[in-house]
């Protein structure tokens, strides 16, 4: 999953670079204000990404059908 991480500091909002695969915390730097933010990555938030990718899979598959 890619994860969207939102700057406590200056709400500046940015992609993280690297793909997620399983729950873990790690620290992003804020391209705004050079804040450091640590982003903890549940089960659940990566099932929810899980489930979102599937939907849209599915919808393609209908498109070709
Ligand atoms: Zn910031």
């Known amino acids: 999953m890619r994860a969207v991480v939102t700057c406590e500091c ?9 793909s997620i695969e399983e729950p ?17 990555v549940t089960a659940d938030a ?8 599937a939907s849209h899979r599915d919808s393609r598959t209908t498109a070709w059908a």
């Open 24 to 40: 873990e915390s790690f620290f992003v730097v804020c391209h705004a204000c050079e804040g450091v933010l640590r982003v903890q």
């Open 46 to 53: 990566i099932r929810t990404a899980e489930a979102l990718a």
């Open 10 to 18: 200056c709400g500046h909002r940015q992609a993280v670079e690297r």
